[in-house]
């Protein structure tokens, strides 16, 4: 059984930038796609970015430019640099995880979920 943890998010001005954290524990972290998806209130949970297990990056139209996804396969960890950010990217960011040597962009392709954490941008 895989588990993942996020670090805290927290509250950020228009403009400025947060880094977001997942651990994994219970896995074969390398063989894993990871995902971050975001769900801002009374909003249906949307894709964000994607990571393959040899690094490749997907991202939404509206964060490409600003956030990046990387993983950091030794710590067992997955990252979400979010820079320039604005209050619509106020949501819960919520990292998964399936075991796949693909990418994955549909949250019902997702296995395991951490518990989400909150970012919210102020304007």
């Known amino acids: 059984q895989v588990q993942l943890v996020e670090s805290e998010g927290g509250l950020v001005q228009a403009g400025g930038s947060l880094r977001l954290s997942c651990a994994a524990s219970?896995?074969?972290?390398?063989?894993?796609?990871m995902g971050w998806f975001r769900q801002a209130p009374g909003k249906e949970r949307e894709f964000v970015a994607a990571i393959t297990w040899i690094g490749y990056t997907y991202y939404a139209d509206s964060v490409k430019g600003r956030f990046t996804i990387s993983r950091d396969n030794a710590k067992n960890t997955v990252y979400l640099q979010m820079k320039s950010l604005n209050p619509e990217d106020t949501a819960v960011y919520y990292c998964?995880?399936?075991?796949?040597?693909?990418?994955?962009?549909?949250?019902?392709?997702?296995?395991?979920w951490g518990q989400g954490t909150q970012v919210t941008v102020s304007s």
């Open positions: 219970g896995g074969t972290f390398s063989r894993y796609a």
């Open positions: 998964a995880a399936r075991e796949s040597n693909t990418y994955h962009l549909a949250a019902y392709e997702y296995d395991y």
